[in-house]
Nanobody, 122 residues
Framework: QVHLVESGGGSGQAGGSLRLSCEAS????????IGWFRQAPGKEREWVGS???????GYADSVKGRFTISKDNAKNTLYLQMDDLKPEDTAMYYC????????????????WGQGTQVTVSL
């Protein structure tokens, strides 16, 4: 069983930065994906980006060049550095994980954190 806990959400201004963390516990080996999703009110859940067991998988076009995902294996923690924030980045952000080597938006995302809210104002 994989347990994911997000932290670091809050409010920011357009053009500013926020960093989210996702602490993972349980058995995650090189055959697991781990990544970030977000969901804004009234919108479908959106894949933000993810890591495969061997490295970075990729980013959604909407965040490419502004968001950076990194992983600290020693701390079992995934990070989402969000720079040049925009009001449209306002959403609940979720950390997710699942077994598999394909780590795109429609991968086997079996485990989810509780989410952390990010609100960006002008």
């Amino acid at each position: 069983q994989v347990h994911l806990v997000e932290s670091g959400g809050g409010s920011g201004q357009a053009g500013g930065s926020l960093r989210l963390s996702c602490e993972a516990s349980g058995f995650i080996d090189s055959n697991y994906c781990i990544g970030w999703f977000r969901q804004a009110p009234g919108k479908e859940r959106e894949w933000v980006g993810s890591f495969s067991g061997i490295g970075l998988w990729g980013y959604a076009d909407s965040v490419k060049g502004r968001f950076t995902i990194s992983k600290d294996n020693a701390k079992n923690t995934l990070y989402l550095q969000m720079d040049d924030l925009k009001p449209e980045d306002t959403a609940m952000y979720y950390c997710a994980s699942g077994r598999g080597r394909y780590c795109g938006s429609d991968a086997n995302w079996s485990y989810w954190g509780q989410g952390t809210q990010v609100t960006v104002s002008l």
